[in-house]
């Protein structure tokens, strides 16, 4: 019912600033929860941040990121961003747009039922 495409991935320094964006189809985009997770290789999934769907919406972040990242939404675009600053070497992994109707806590992928097939953010030191 929700399909999900992300895109903006690719290779940039330590220090350096990357926007990813995720293209949302197939029903009402304001009424979902968006989410960012992230994943390297070899460790499991963490939750990045989050943006719920509402007139007024909220955010939600990762310690690890808290100040450096900022997630946005677009609803006339149907369209979610990670605005990703002050990026660093652990931040590599695979970035992975999520969304979901009823979530319940943002912090764990079993909320979500909609995922993208992810995009490779590459920082170097």
């Known amino acids: 019912q929700v399909q999900l495409v992300e895109s903006g991935g690719g290779l940039v320094q330590a220090g350096g600033s990357l926007r990813l964006s995720c293209a949302a189809s197939g029903r009402t985009f304001s009424t979902l929860t968006m989410a960012w997770f992230r994943q390297a290789p070899g460790k499991e999934r963490e939750f990045v941040a989050a943006v719920t769907g509402w007139s007024i919406s909220s955010t939600l972040y990762a310690d690890s990121v808290k100040g450096r990242f900022t997630i946005s939404r677009d609803n006339a675009k149907n369209t979610a961003y990670l605005q990703m600053n002050s990026l660093k070497p652990e931040d590599t992994a695979v970035y992975y747009c999520?969304?979901?109707?009823?979530?319940?806590?943002?912090?764990?992928?079993?909320?979500?039922?909609?995922w993208g097939q992810g995009t490779q953010v590459t920082v170097s030191s």
């Open positions: 999520a969304a979901g109707v009823s979530v319940g806590n943002y912090y764990y992928t079993s909320a979500y039922g909609y």
